[in-house]
């Protein structure tokens, strides 16, 4: 059974220091990884996606790397913002059966606050 | 282009009451998918439909039923409602398994 964990569970940041998020899965038999944010009480907002063929994914500030093998995925953001406080969370899709496709399997989440 | 959106946003209800949800996915998405959301936790997967049928469903009890219709939106059914009920529901769509974008989704307090 795939476990997805976040550690860790909240961290606490000045402005302007970078940050590092991690995500460790046990079943590397997965189709992609993708990471979201969720500011409190609201949906999820997509990050990045990362297929299984990938190592990494960059987008402006943000870049996630795939350790498929080492069942891990790290977060960085860099020079954080105040802005960049909520809870990010990380999700493998096991498969890509017509049946499965719409099933991610979530950590935890780290609540992440940056102060100015 | 306006995403996934889900109404209402907010439900009170009591115990043993029903609640349908309701969910229309991104223009152009034919998946959609219901999540469970309690607080402090990651959203857990209740089931999936794809040319209205439930394609597969997560580790909850038949209470939770849905609907896809043919426009491709979906109902959320919850039947007879208990407190650990209470949660944030999102939906989720995508098109053929492509990246999935969810809603802002509905509170449900169950009182």
């Known amino acids: 059974k795939q476990e997805v964990t976040q550690i860790p569970a909240a961290l606490s940041v000045p402005e302007g220091e970078n940050l590092v998020l991690n995500c460790s899965f046990t079943d590397s038999a997965i189709y992609n990884l993708q990471w979201f944010r969720q500011d409190p009480g609201k949906g999820l907002t997509s990050l990045l996606l990362i297929q299984s063929s990938q190592r990494e994914q960059t987008s402006g500030r943000l870049n996630a790397s795939l350790d498929k093998s080492s069942g891990r995925s790290t977060l960085y953001i860099a020079a954080s913002q105040p802005g960049d406080s909520a809870t990010y969370l990380c999700a493998v899709r096991p498969s890509m059966t017509t049946d499965s496709w719409g099933k991610l399997q979530f950590g935890a989440g780290t609540q992440v606050v940056v102060t100015p | ?111």
């Open chain 2, 1 to 111: 282009d306006a995403g996934v959106t889900q109404s209402p946003t907010h439900l009170i209800k009591t115990r043993g009451q029903q609640v349908t949800l309701r969910c229309s996915p991104k223009s152009g998405h034919d998946t959609v998918s219901w999540y469970q959301q309690a607080l402090g936790q990651g959203p857990q997967f209740i089931f999936q439909y794809y040319e209205e049928e439930e394609r597969q469903r997560g580790n909850f009890p038949d209470r939770f039923s849905g609907h896809q219709f043919p426009n491709y939106s979906s109902e959320l059914n919850v039947n007879a409602l208990l407190l650990g009920d209470s949660a944030l529901y999102l939906c989720a769509s995508s098109f053929t398994g492509k990246e999935l974008f969810f809603g802002s989704g509905t509170q449900l307090s169950v009182l």
